[in-house]
Structures are given as C-alpha cells and as structure tokens.
C-alpha cells in the first residue's frame, strides 16, 4: 500500500494533498480563523510526515520558491539520515 492511500484514511483529501511536478511534496492546508496557511513536507516510509515549512498562501498556486525550500530541506534531512 503507497503513502497516498494510508494517509487518506486519516486526513481529507482537501487538506493534504501531493503537489505536482515535484520530489514527492506534499501540502498540508489549515485555516486559523480567515488566515490560510500551508505546510510543505514529505515521507519518511508509509507512517512518517515531515513537515518542514509553513507559509501563507495568497494564491491558487504553490509558490515556485517555497516548493525549492521544501525540496532542499528533503534531500538535508535524507542525506544527514544516512551519515547517522
């Protein structure tokens, strides 16, 4: 079973969801009253949600810049990981 299926039975679709075009980022979405505010992060294995930056979001799409951070911030956490 992927890490698309498992999550889902716990979190809406709505609110969690895999971003296009990129290294497996996923966008979490949460309302605080009328702000709207968006948590990139990603896998470690089926269970494991690292989220590693969060950011208003004022438009439709996910800023090119935030979705570079998350996508470094990744490749940190698995490469620091792996040297123990």
């Given at each position: 079973?992927?890490?698309?299926?498992?999550?889902?039975?716990?979190?809406?679709?709505?609110?969690?969801?895999?971003?296009?075009?990129?290294?497996?980022?996923?966008?979490?979405?949460?309302?605080y009253g009328?702000?709207f505010f968006?948590?990139?992060?990603?896998?470690?294995?089926?269970?494991?949600?690292?989220?590693?930056?969060a950011f208003?979001?004022?438009?439709?799409?996910?800023?090119?810049?935030?979705?570079?951070?998350?996508?470094?911030?990744?490749?940190?956490?698995?490469?620091?990981?792996?040297?123990?």
């Open positions: 079973m992927g890490t698309d299926h498992v999550f889902f039975h716990y979190i809406p679709r709505k609110f969690f969801k895999k971003l296009e075009g990129t290294d497996n980022i996923w966008e979490a979405r949460v309302q009328n702000n968006r948590l990139l992060g990603f896998f470690d294995g089926n269970e494991l949600v690292i989220l590693n930056h208003t979001k004022k438009s439709q799409k996910t800023p090119k810049k935030e979705i570079i951070k998350a996508e470094q911030r990744k490749k940190k956490y698995f490469l620091q990981r792996r040297q123990g």
